[in-house]
């Protein structure tokens, strides 16, 4: 079932979504949110809706829900945030006992409505439907093996089928899972995922049937709930709190989950290794939200708390960034004995429009996002608490800005170690080449952005805050080392299957990845020393 009408896109004309106010200074984004629910005799299509609502800060690109009532899936999805994507009409028309929604931000393949999920197959023996965060570093395997498929597959020919259309890693994994005929689509799971690689939380369903799976390191956060009448998976606990569904734990690495009418069963199809995403708890995670048993606020609390430790200021306020800086800032408040104050104002509604700004509103910067409040900086020696510099504008212009509305000194205070690293298990960065902690020192930094004094966590310090073991946590990011082997620099990019698929013919240019892609794509990070 697709939405009416043709799907909203920018007007850059490209397909994609403008992701701030200024599209050339982009934070971290991370790649996506997962729920999935089966709750027989509860309205699955809305508990779904609140579920990616409350995951909407993990993906903005597109929304969608499937919803299943036992005899067929119906699939709405739609480019936008999750609450322009649905209504209420909308949802009153998803009726059923088990449902599946993703909220998206793309890590491989264009921000098109083709790629927003959850993607769907219909085959003889029943369809499936499945969304995914994470990004898998063996698509060009899994696209060979989706061509490998025998002719008769069983896939009804109709018009959902689109994966000519789709450039996702996710429609190849559906694909794959499709393809069952003579076993069940969970027998089919255990078999297929150990050749899946890279990072992935798989939520996914059959007309009867709710499954999840975590990749055997755990990079991406998955978390199971209960329900009086039923059982939730999701990307974060704070969607079960949303939801009110108990929380029970954390879907293992190597786990294959299914409910279904039978109770819940679950199966080991690999060894757990677990490498959880560092970068989660310094950023990308509701800070309400719990992981490895730790509350995010408490960790970035103390992550403060060690920054003013290590590398106290002589100040007279404590500010945050907003919204990510707050809890790590209240933490340096707290053990340096320096008042904590607001002193920056965040325009709540910038950062996800569909409106290009004029040159002469983007030169405005970052006042779109946040403006000072002068009364409480001005004159002010000010410690400014931020969670990671990615390219340095933001910060420079920040800086500007906190002298122009009065304030005496400035220092900044970073609650993550320097980003040197591009991410290829599901977060978009910039590239290598665009890393500003790549090329300078943070003396260096701190003289490019303006500030009187610079300093960032050490990686030890953020491992400690956490209370993970080093060993258990993947800090690719922050040390280069990948805890999940990458294949060569020609088959690594977000725009991977556009190349092979949609063009086939045309060859692969890797400089030109190397130099137009953020993130994933950032091919040129292991030719580097």
């Known amino acids: 079932m697709a939405p009416s009408g043709q799907p909203r896109t920018s007007p850059r004309g490209d397909g994609r979504l403008t992701h701030e106010l200024d599209p050339h200074d982009r934070g971290p984004q991370d790649a996506c949110g997962v729920f999935g629910v089966w709750a027989p005799g509860e309205d699955v299509a809305k508990l779904a809706y609140y579920g990616i609502y409350a995951l909407q800060h993990r993906g903005q690109e597109s929304a969608g829900i499937a919803v299943s009532n036992g005899r067929q899936i119906l699939v709405y999805k739609d480019m936008g945030l999750v609450s322009q994507v649905f209504d209420e009409s909308t949802l009153s028309s998803l009726k059923g006992h088990l449902a599946i929604g993703h909220a998206r931000y793309s890590t491989t393949g264009a921000s098109t409505w083709h790629n927003a999920q959850p993607t769907f197959r219909p085959t003889a023996h029943g369809s499936i439907a499945l969304g995914h965060n994470g990004n898998l570093t063996n698509t060009s395997d899994l696209a060979q093996m989706v061509a490998d498929l025998p002719s008769d597959s069983g896939e009804l020919d109709i018009h959902a089928r689109n994966l000519e259309t789709s450039t996702n890693d996710t429609s190849l994994v559906t694909a794959l899972l499709a393809y069952h005929p003579d076993q069940s689509l969970e027998d089919r799971a255990a078999e297929l995922l150990p050749q899946v690689k890279g990072a992935y939380s798989f939520v996914w369903m059959d007309e009867g049937t709710l499954y999840a799976a975590r990749d055997p390191q755990g990079v991406r956060p998955l978390v199971l709930g209960r329900l009086e009448r039923g059982w939730v998976v999701a990307s ?146 000010l410690v400014v608490v931020d969670d990671s510099i990615v390219r340095g504008n ?58 009187d004094s610079l300093a960032y966590i050490s990686l030890e310090s953020l491992v400690d805050a956490t209370t993970v073991p080093s060993d258990n946590l993947c800090r690719a990011c922050f040390d280069g080392v990948y805890p999940i082997a990458l294949p060569e620099p020609e088959l690594l990019g977000k725009h991977l299957l556009e190349a092979t698929v949609l063009a086939p013919d045309r060859p692969l240019d890797v400089d030109g990845l190397a130099a137009s892609l953020a993130g994933g794509g950032a091919v040129d990070a292991l030719e580097r020393p």
């Not at 060894?271 to 509350?295: M, W």
């Open 394 to 451: 933001t910060q420079r212009a920040l800086v500007r800005m906190l002298r122009e509305a009065g304030a005496r000194e400035v220092h900044v205070r970073i609650s993550s170690p320097p980003v040197k690293w591009p991410c290829f298990y599901g977060i978009d960065f910039a590239t290598r080449a665009e890393l500003i902690a790549n090329g300078l020192s943070a003396e260096e930094i701190c003289e490019s952005i303006g500030a």
């Open 236 to 381: 974060e606990t704070a969607a079960l709190d949303i939801v009110g569904a108990s929380y029970v734990r954390e879907v293992e690495p190597g786990e294959l989950i299914a409910v279904d009418e039978d109770g819940l069963r679950t199966r080991r199809f690999a060894e757990a290794e677990p490498k959880g995403c560092l970068f989660e708890f310094v950023y990308l995670a509701r800070p309400d939200t719990r992981i490895s048993n730790q509350r995010v606020h408490s960790v970035r609390v103390e992550i403060g708390r060690r920054l003013a430790q290590d590398f106290p200021a002589d100040a007279d306020l404590v500010i945050p960034v907003p919204e990510s800086g707050t809890p790590a800032a209240i933490g340096y408040a707290e053990q340096s004995g320096i008042p904590y104050g607001v002193g920056l104002v965040k325009n709540s509604y910038v950062g996800r429009t569909f409106i290009q700004p004029s040159q002469t509103i983007r030169q405005l910067g970052i006042r779109l996002k946040l403006n000072p409040l002068r009364d409480v900086i001005e004159g002010k020696r």
